[in-house]
């Protein structure tokens, strides 16, 4: 099945919108395998595109969220910046906050306020100018242009050649500081006890401190460790059936028709469910890995992930209620009520789940059963 470019920048911009505010009233929505938005267009609304190759010569005011393979931002950004690509580029003049998720990125132009990365490459060359704080987690970092205040992160190699007008704390392996560089205030460097770096001291104003750090092994325990008494046991189950009844409740509580439509499908055929939920719970992980490989469907990862977790959560939940309305017509209770059910399945599989040895294997048997579930209310229904 092929995502459109279209819709994955419409999901970019529903997850942006949800972690960040902006006070421009006009938003634009661009998804193509190939953008370009040319030089002396200007462009007064927030952006939010995707595609494979970005070139955006245009000056905006707005903020700018893009994802992409190459990216590459010429023009003046009267905003922020919230990118994220394999490759990123910015020359031009930001004036607000960058962020950006990359495997190299490469600034060249002046930043205003603050510059978070985090990915493989970073490199401020000779002529960029960050005005605020930059931090960052990277393999490599080379600052070779001016940071208006501090240095803050870590990786693997950190170089300073340019000028930091405050403090630099950073946790390396390796750490060069060479005699072109200047920083006007103190340094710390965390690092291993074994490793070397070159600094020359007349680059840093301030203090210089390293913090060494050794890695100890830890001690094999040889006590032995107790197992729960039966009374430990039951309290354990009780207290997990209780966090299960609140879940299941709230379910039950805030979306009836669906935890029904669910309910009905954990009955109906619970071995291929049980089937379906294993199948489902090993292949998220690849299919999530191979999205966000993709960068362009990094949003649809997310929104995806976000919808895996709550699915671990619930699966075993919705087992439970149909556990609970067995037993109670088993007691000759023609119409059990949901939450009823609910309190006395959690509770059930909350006491088996604690049986040594097959407790365990009822526990899992019955979260795949409602994974699959799950997964099935997903799909569209089949039209009659």
Not at 216 to 226: G, M, S
Request: hydrophobic residues 50%.
């Amino acid at each position: 099945m092929r995502i459109s470019t279209k819709f994955v920048s419409i999901l970019l911009a529903f997850i942006c919108l949800l972690f960040s505010s902006t006070s421009a009233l006009a938003v634009q929505f661009k998804g193509e395998e190939s953008l370009n938005f040319a030089k002396g267009q200007k462009i007064e609304e927030t952006m939010f595109i995707a595609g494979e190759s970005i070139t955006f010569d245009s000056d905006i005011i707005g903020d700018l969220y893009c994802a992409g393979q190459s990216i590459v931002i010429t023009g003046n950004v009267k905003g922020d910046i919230i990118c994220a690509g394999q490759s990123i580029k910015i020359t031009g003049l930001v004036d607000g906050n960058v962020r950006i998720i990359a495997q190299q990125a490469e600034i060249t132009g002046t930043i205003n306020r603050n510059l978070n990365f985090l990915g493989q490459i970073l490199t401020l060359d000779n002529q960029s100018s960050v005005k605020g704080d930059v931090l960052f987690g990277v393999q490599s970092i080379s600052l070779l242009g001016a940071a208006g205040r501090d240095l803050a992160g870590a990786g693997d190699t950190v170089t300073i050649s340019g000028s930091l007008l405050r403090n630099a704390t950073v946790n390396v392996s390796s750490l060069n500081i060479t005699d072109n560089a200047t920083i006007k205030g103190d340094l710390d460097y965390y690092t291993e006890q074994s490793s070397t770096s070159s600094i020359s001291a007349n680059s840093v104003i301030g203090q210089i401190r390293r913090h060494d750090y050794v890695t100890e092994d830890a001690p094999i325990a040889t006590e032995r460790v107790d197992t729960f008494s039966p009374v430990g046991l039951f309290f354990k189950a009780l207290l997990g059936a209780l966090s299960f009844f609140i879940i299941a409740s709230a379910l039950i509580f805030f979306d009836k028709s669906r935890t029904e439509k669910i309910i009905n499908l954990v009955q109906e055929r619970p071995a291929v469910n049980a089937l379906i939920g294993l199948a489902a719970f090993a292949t998220f992980p690849i299919a999530f890995m191979i999205l966000m490989i993709t960068f362009i469907g990094m949003p649809l990862a997310l929104v995806l992930l976000l919808v895996y977790t709550v699915s671990l959560i619930t699966a075993s939940v919705y087992t439970s209620i149909v556990i609970g309305w067995n037993i109670l017509r088993l007691l000759n209770r023609m119409h059990p009520s949901p939450f009823l059910s609910a309190l006395v399945g959690t509770l059930a599989l909350g006491i088996v789940a604690s049986i040594p040895v097959v407790g365990w294997l009822a526990a899992l048997v019955a979260f795949f059963i409602g994974l699959g579930a799950l997964t099935r209310s997903y799909l569209p229904e089949k039209t009659k």
